[in-house]
């Protein structure tokens, strides 16, 4: 994870400055009332993602590294923690909705005041030793890496929250709808399978713990589409009775589509003759080239298991995928911000084959280290590895995914109902 | 309830303005971000309250008297209804606090245009036929009583959305604190039972339907305490096990304290060696010749049975305040407003009893219809008749009730295990 | 409660064997397996009962009285108290049903040696002091009515036990059907009202201490049916859309009902274009004749508000039914057992006014304590005024009541949503 | 899964009565009353399990291959299904304790009425087309494994109904109690990795869908435990805090210890200084050289990391398995019956290895299907694929496992938090 040589103040600097922007600027059309709200336990209140990624500097870079640095509310720990259960006590996940205070106008000025300090810590970086140098720049990336992880959050926990109003409000009006009306027919690419190496590979740039160590696995050969499932072949399988033949379905997804009445992805919206869907523009008639999102491990096994397929696994997603990365090449994104008005994925449009910055896709690989797998030391050890059981691994990365976590490697991962995120799938399967 | 006179439109436009104005004024204090919040499923967001009882006048008055009535928003006739099951759907009561949508903003502009047509509507009062003209003042004048309801509603529950949150911000910090740190002895007041009339007496003043009809009831011969018990006599309690002890309790009173961990009033917080009680102004230690409020039923009974005594029935506590007000009096309020600071009860000084506009006195009498009972007719009905089971009645009016409240036959209820209203309690005995 | 003369030795032994006998005879039709489970958490098990009042002698009777009385088994203390909670541990409730030891035949041997020890004991009462023989003699009577009680709770329950498993097993299956298949046209029976005295006499025989004090109530003039509700007249309220009509219900009793998809009396059962009941005697269609059972006080409520009229009070039941009454009379039962084969509630047949012994009539009144009421010292006083909150008085005694508990001012209680007590009603209304 | 050849009828015959033999000695020592309850969800009745077993062949077997088969009772079919929902509806699987009826007895006669028309079905075997017969048998095998499995259920199940009663009645007392007081010290065994191939070889004997295929793995060299893990080791894991100390836990496992109050394996009690361990032979002392077992895969998995090592992999586990087994050989068990007293893992002692027939063993695998996993056609296939998310593989067999399901292939499987089971850990760790 770490990397070795010290980047130069400035462009830390700029890095910095640049995340912490993008925050701002993906709050800027919400009203307060729009920050404060908690929709589901899943989803975090607004304002509390912008104080919970300021507290994570305050607590690990500041206050460690800061001589006499001045906590800004010494209450704000129990508040805006979340995870890190050895570094105290914490506000009740499910109760963050309940918090009025601090205010909107209050968690900007603590974002300033951390701003402020660790801009000056920045600034005076070589008066540390080199050690600490690093170390500071070591933990500051990660903060850095946080804060996006929780700007794709944060679009997904603010379109929970708007979506689930019976108005419908949208986040944008102004974003572009969709892009295409027409699905290219759907091919299956060969894989040879054998033995591959998979994982992130140490010391080609940032990554988390759970990406490594890089290790062989020995695949055998299979074919996975060239493209992800679209909205129109979803119709197709809710219109064949695919929320209603138990026999699609596995066991714990028969009984929480059940139990939760689930008879279309989440988001969509049955009115009269037709199939609505909410997006961040607001609430929309579903187009049939658009990629299915918003749906469940349970519905994607379903399905593939309708079409006569399956999931691929993690690594022959990730064993093909770098079939069409040139060696070393880098995806790009295209999330919300300067230069870009995505609000959804794409649909697949000539030779796009949606492998990054559309949607995660769901894998048939449970969320398990890998061997030789090492969590960091310390509370910063808290961040991935805790998570492993009950949890299955996506893989590719989404229309709101910050471009610095479109790798290869990159393992997101969510329980098996969880349908808030931007999740679809692409069918795979074995060859004969 | 309706009284017969028909008011001047003068008067009555001047209650409108006035009863309208005192809402805008108690929210005053509050961010946009503390008018979202649902702290408890009992608790509406402080926005919800203000669209609430304008729905109320936009459903029962301007829809039905004035013609070419223009709906604000029809969707907010789902998200504002409050009970009134017969007018149509409901968004569920317990989701109140995940709507960000309408803004705090909205909800004013709400106001304004219902504000407007109203006022339209009491100006030209006098075109309207004599029954049209009398129906239109009675349901303004229940809204109006509905609307000062939710007033009192509005700062209970802004109370709770506060005093939840750890960072325990005051509502109005300016408000002032406990007035007396000494209580008189309590003294206990003799009547001799008999033959008694209780209940409103029709044509005199506004009243709910569930304050009639007047009638006789047979009471043995009793005595009451001359003053309520206070935050001293309740730590006694506490200090000699009174949360501790089974055979005090009610069965179900002692399973709700021992499920939900009860050990102390709402609001109270032990800090190493001292209480402390959050206020509107604000967390302050105990003290201990104020009431004590925010208890449950179930304590108040275990509290009556720890001291020998117990709690007097509505028609002893109705009886002897009738011996307490001249003939046609009505007691006097100091609810927050215009010329008035209050914000908790006052202790007993002087010849004060408490018998009005300090807290409202459990009673030991379940709430339900006197003989020859009848709900109003059609939706208004629903208003009181239909919470006839399972809760008991409190009596007297707190500092937080606005002054129409308070009359001597007002009937207010609860379930035995709420506590967010400013509820305490007054001892009573049999005569032996 | 307790009567002052001492009852002749051989008298109260013959109760005391009458009493346990009749418990015996009640489980004889039932294999070991019925008498293990519980089928919700309001119902015991069959071998609970067969325990539960045999610990209640050990523990306040042999245990108190017997010098160097051997207890039985320890353990049974905590798997046999019910809700002396100031007498020990207790097994939760909700899991009475996970026991399966002690097996039934154990539970027996249980029984005969506290039989035994409490003959000799009544046998050489002669020898104790005269308190101690009145003490003896005033347990031993509350012991025999309490087993007396869960005689009825044992034939509630274990109806529910077998009610509930779809093969739908007969308790009895000789036991003899309907009785009538028309009804008497209903009538109402006037009563001036004023003054009236209610509640237990006492001296006039055993009571439990929350059937006093005797007292004066002031009544209105009323009228009370001269017959219950018939399942003819509940089957109109249904097909009249009485389960679906929320403006007849209690907001309480709506949501309730509409939570559990209540929409008949329990038991009954749809099954094509008939409608069955399942009865001690197993699964028959209804028989429009017979009284309306086992609904709770929301349907009985709603029924009584469809049908322009309401429930009586407690008092109004009493005044009337003692008015049907000579002067000392005590109503005789039908209990199941020597020279009974009652198992449903009886038509009404010529003159028949149901007044005892067919079922239980839900109540307008809370469940409270009367004007100076006292409960039993010590951990006997646990055993009514503890439950005085939340519940509905109900009046009569049904089929499955035994003989000693029909008396005019017995006072059953029920939280309003049970329904699996013999329970149905009688209406009343105001006279203009 | 099938084999080849046709079994000899006899051998079938001998078979099918062993196996059914075996389930009728295990319910020997219990009263009717011990086969009714269910003591948790997971738990089924004694009785339902003798029934269910007994359901499979009837279903499976007697209605698809006998003409004109006398069904023994047709609503038998929605009791005692289990979760077969493509069969048809279920009573629902946390209802089971709620039934009475049919009483042991019946089920018992339904047993016998079964077994004649299985038995006749086979005698008569040979004049059944080949691939009838071949199916017949191919059937009759699976519902013998289903029996065995059930078996294994069975004492689980009623393990946990009597360990939950306070009485700790013993199943067995005449068992034998722990077998050693001292522990062999641990040792780890190596293995170098690389390709390895794992899962049932297809054509080697009986084996469910979910061992196959047989396919290759990459292991990286690894070492694992020459022994499980003891009671001893699992006191000092508790002394050390293990129990209280977040770093140790993954996230799930936390707040599930924390929710329930885990603090020891199931079946502890701590009673005064000492531990005390239910079994089937009743309570006793914790013996340290007995393995740990009745934990949970998140102790499991906290043990490992608090010993600085970790779960080993299924693939791990069953690669250095086969080193331990002469080709083709089976492991055998010692399951309670004829010629063995077993009712708790032995303590390794001499060479004992314990690689089967003491304990299962957690895997830090998910349970998901092998790269080319088909499962079988029709309801049949409900029996594994349906359960893959959400749960671990657990390899080896315990003390309570019939013989035929002890191979090298067996993939066992439960949720992360179940504990009922016979299940405990062995160390692993990779070589550096």
Chains 1, 2, 3, 4 share one sequence.
Not at 36 to 50: I, N
Not at 155 to 166: A, F, R, T, Y
Not at 238 to 264: K, P, T
Not at 307 to 333: N, V
Request: charged residues 25%; aromatic residues 12%; contains cysteine.
């Amino acid at each position: 994870m770490p990397h070795s040589a010290i980047e130069s103040s400035s462009a830390l600097l700029e890095h910095f400055r640049a995340t912490r922007a993008r925050s701002s600027f993906l709050v800027d059309p919400l009203a307060a009332e729009d920050m404060v709200v908690q929709s589901m336990p899943d989803v975090s209140p607004t304002k509390w993602h912008l104080a919970h990624v300021t507290w994570f500097f305050e607590t690990f870079v500041l206050r460690e590294f800061v001589q006499n640095y001045e906590v800004f509310d010494r209450q704000f720990e129990v508040l805006f923690n979340s995870y890190y259960e050895t570094v105290g006590r914490m506000h009740p996940r499910a109760e963050r909705g309940l918090l009025s205070r601090p205010t909107v106008e209050e968690v900007f000025r603590y974002r300033e005041h951390v701003d402020c300090a660790v801009e000056e810590l920045i600034a005076s970086i070589d008066r540390c030793s080199e050690a600490d140098a690093l170390e500071i720049q070591r933990r500051l990336e990660i903060g850095l890496h946080h804060e996006e992880q929780h700007q794709e959050l944060l679009l997904m926990d603010i379109k929970h929250v708007l979506g689930s109003n019976p108005l419908k409000p949208a986040y944008r009006p102004e974003l572009p709808g969709p892009d295409a009306s027409e699905t290219r027919p759907l091919r299956m690419l060969d894989h040879d399978g054998g033995l591959v190496e998979v994982g992130h590979r140490a010391g080609s740039g940032f990554s988390y713990d759970n990406e490594g160590p890089r290790h062989e696995v020995y695949l055998r050969p299979f074919r996975i589409a060239d493209r992800v499932v679209t909205s129109g072949e979803w119709l197709e399988f809710m219109d064949d009775g695919g929320y209603e033949r138990v026999d699609l379905w596995l066991a714990d997804g028969w009984s929480w589509a059940q139990n939760e009445g689930v008879r279309a992805p989440l988001y969509w919206r049955h009115d009269g003759d037709q199939h609505l869907v909410y997006s961040l523009a607001g609430e929309q008639p579903v187009d049939e080239a658009t990629p299915v999102v918003h749906i469940s491990y349970f519905e994607a096994d379903a399905f593939a298991r309708w079409a006569g397929k399956r999931l691929p696994t993690e690594f022959e997603w990730e064993a093909m995928a770098a079939t069409k990365l040139r060696s070393g090449e880098r995806p790009t994104g295209r999330m919300l911000g300067v230069g870009s008005d995505a609000c959804h994925p794409r649909s697949a449009l000539g030779s796009d084959e949606q492998w990054f910055g559309d949607l995660w896709e769901w894998t048939g690989s449970a969320y398990l280290g890998y061997p030789g797998f090492r969590p960091l030391e310390g509370s910063l050890g808290e961040y991935n590895g805790k998570f492993m059981s009950g949890q299955f691994v996506l893989r590719g990365g989404s229309c709101v995914t910050p471009n610095g976590h479109l790798r290869i490697s990159y393992r997101n991962f969510f329980y098996p109902k969880q349908r808030w995120a931007f999740a679809g799938l692409r069918l795979a399967e074995d060859t004969d």
